[in-house]
């Protein structure tokens, strides 16, 4: 059981300058979306450019994009943890293979 933390995940450079952002998207929407699509989580789109998975124990990954050189890469990542489970297993997956730091 973790105590509610809440923290944003970021390279040791700018989002749009990290050469892995594409990477770290595949990896973070790789992970999620089958439990999304088996009913474990949810995915929002709040507007074009923001996206949260979320489960029922209030975990939960939001996303901010911006299209840069017509292309969308990942410009924050914010996560919020109540408990362990597949968001956080998710983040501490960004945090290992991507060199992500918590800000």
């Not at 968001?87 to 918590?102: D, N």
Request: aromatic share 14%; glycine share 6%; proline share 2%.
């Amino acid at each position: 059981m973790l105590n509610k933390v809440k923290y944003e995940l970021a390279p040791r450079i700018d989002w749009l300058g990290f050469e892995k952002n594409e990477q770290v998207t595949k990896l973070l929407f790789d992970s999620l979306v089958p439990s999304v699509n088996k009913g474990l989580l949810s995915y929002v789109n709040f507007t074009f450019n923001t996206g949260m998975f979320e489960d029922d124990s209030g975990n939960s990954i939001y996303v901010t994009f911006v299209v840069f050189q017509k292309v969308e890469k990942i410009q924050s990542i914010d996560i919020c943890l109540n408990t362990e489970g597949i968001i956080s297993q998710t983040a501490y997956e960004l945090e290992s293979t991507f060199g992500l730091f918590r800000k």
